[in-house]
T-cell receptor
Framework: AQKVTQAQTEISVVEKEDVTLDCVYETRDTTYYLFWYKQPPSGELVFLIRRNSFDEQNEISGRYSWNFQKSTSSFNFTITASQVVDSAVYFCALSGSNSGYALNFGKGTSLLVTP | KAGVTQTPRYLIKTRGQQVTLSCSPISGHRSVSWYQQTPGQGLQFLFEYFSETQRNKGNFPGRFSGRQFSNSRSEMNVSTLELGDSALYLC?????????????FGPGTRLLVL
């Protein structure tokens, strides 16, 4: 079975602070895909990143960075110098052949950035 | 390129009624997936359609059904609505079967069952 755990339910930070959102996953697939999505209050899920299981290279995109570690089954997301516009719910998701490649989502982490 | 569109955006129904939600994928995308989001259960996969065929199905009762048309537009239907069906229903599209390509989501349809 596949499972994604986002242990942090809510995080509150002050603007310009760095914040890391944790994601731990479980899967029996040897090839799988990891994702992060952002859900603002409007409800739409906005795609942020996709990572293949065979590519452990970390990625940086502007203020966003992702740390993928297969050894610990983690795919953490860091926002540097957070801004109020980063306030949203962030979801980590996993897909693989075990689920027919449907996305298995974590429960999400609600991030509040205050001025 | 236009994103995934869903209609209607908001819907209020009463128990026992049925409802049909529509999803238009990104142009050129042939795979459409549906997800249900509730505060209690989170985001759960309903089903996926590719080339008018249901390719994958989640663990939902038969009251939930869907279909896909030749232009890749998809509809999902919920019959005999229950209070617990109140949720945000999200549609996602991808170029090829989900998993091989990234899924992009629409704004969702908020369904309230009274």
């Amino acid at each position: 079975a596949q499972k994604v755990t986002q242990a942090q339910t809510e995080i509150s930070v002050v603007e310009k602070e760095d914040v890391t959102l944790d994601c731990v996953y479980e899967t029996r697939d040897t090839t799988y895909y990891l994702f992060w999505y952002k859900q603002p209050p409007s409800g739409e899920l906005v795609f942020l990143i996709r990572r293949n299981s065979f590519d452990e290279q970390n990625e940086i995109s502007g203020r966003y960075s992702w740390n993928f570690q297969k050894s610990t089954s983690s795919f953490n997301f860091t926002i540097t110098a957070s801004q109020v516009v980063d306030s949203a719910v962030y979801f980590c998701a996993l897909s693989g052949s075990n689920s027919g490649y449907a996305l298995n989502f974590g429960k999400g982490t609600s991030l509040l950035v205050t001025p | 390129k236009a994103g995934v569109t869903q209609t209607p955006r908001y819907l209020i129904k009463t128990r026992g009624q049925q409802v049909t939600l529509s999803c238009s994928p990104i142009s050129g995308h042939r795979s459409v997936s549906w997800y249900q989001q509730t505060p209690g259960q989170g985001l759960q996969f309903l089903f996926e359609y590719f080339s008018e065929t249901q390719r994958n199905k989640g663990n939902f009762p038969g009251r939930f059904s869907g279909r896909q048309f030749s232009n890749s537009r998809s509809e999902m239907n919920v019959s005999t609505l229950e209070l617990g069906d109140s949720a945000l229903y999200l549609c996602a599209s991808s170029l090829d079967p989900a998993g091989l390509e990234t899924q992009y989501f629409g704004p969702g349809t908020r369904l309230l069952v009274l």
